[in-house]
């Protein structure tokens, strides 16, 4: 795998995690700066995302992006909010994580 996707997905993933953080914290606290602060975040992520479509791909980057975001908020939701998932919820996550794996297993061909 490219190591600038990598590096792209990686800065990607800070923002929106901190994005979808201030989102929940406005939840609890209604201060609008703080949602204000979360839509200026998922604008920044957003243009990230941008780059890391011209270094992988639509299709590659908007995947491993998604597959990321739900892994990772997953386990912020679950140390930080204290929120739990079901069993079903669970094996949903892993065949993300399996998917994603898939997806950035290196092949030989193609594009």
């Known amino acids: 795998m490219n190591p600038v996707f990598l590096l792209w ?6 923002v929106f995690l901190a994005a979808a953080t201030a989102s929940r914290a406005y939840i609890a606290s209604s201060n609008l700066w703080v949602l204000g602060g979360s839509l200026a975040l998922y604008c920044i992520g957003n243009l990230l995302m941008v780059k890391l479509m011209r270094e992988g791909g639509l299709g590659l980057a908007i995947s491993a992006s998604s597959v990321a975001q739900l892994l990772l908020i997953n386990v ?3 140390l ?3 929120e739990r998932l079901t069993p079903v919820q669970i094996a949903g996550v892993a065949l993300g ?3 994603m794996g898939l997806m950035l297993y290196p ?3 193609g594009v």
Not at 9 to 14: E, N, W, Y
């Open 80 to 82: 930080v909010f204290g």
């Open 97 to 99: 994580v399996v998917s």
């Open 9 to 14: 997905l990686g800065a990607a993933m800070v």
């Open 76 to 78: 912020i939701a679950f």
């Open 107 to 109: 092949s030989r061909g």
